[in-house]
């Protein structure tokens, strides 16, 4: 199976900077879409930003020119660097991967999620 692995939340003074991280781990053949996700306190949860495999980005109106998002291939993971970070950004943020990985000799495809990581934007 594959998991991911998130770190890096925390609180932070409004302006800061907060980079987070998402690791997968498993029997992974490749990982076309990663991206994030928040949920803030009485939301649905909203897409942040994606990446695909090929490094084409997409973000939301509300982080872009603040936030980035980046992936390593080599370690299979896919980051968020947070600037200029404002209190409604505070959520619990999501890593989102579609991964490929081998079972019993097979190819599967699938979305996995991180487990959340909170962020706290508050003075």
């Known amino acids: 199976q594959v998991q991911l692995v998130e770190s890096g939340g925390g609180l932070v003074q409004p302006g800061g900077s907060l980079r987070l991280s998402c690791a997968a781990s498993?029997?992974?053949?490749?990982?076309?879409?990663m991206g994030w996700y928040r949920q803030a306190p009485g939301h649905q949860r909203e897409l942040v930003a994606t990446?695909?495999?090929?490094?084409?980005?997409n973000s939301a109106d509300s982080v872009k020119g603040r936030f980035t998002i980046s992936r390593d291939n080599a370690k299979n993971t896919v980051y968020l660097q947070m600037d200029s970070l404002k209190p409604e950004d505070t959520a619990v943020y999501y890593c989102?991967?579609?991964?490929?990985?081998?079972?019993?000799?097979?190819?599967?495809?699938?979305?996995?999620w991180g487990q959340g990581t909170q962020v706290t934007v508050s003075s």
């Open positions: 990446i695909t495999s090929g490094g084409g980005t």
């Open positions: 498993g029997s992974i053949f490749s990982i076309d879409f």
């Open positions: 989102n991967m579609r991964v490929e990985y081998l079972q019993s000799r097979y190819k599967i495809a699938d979305d996995f």
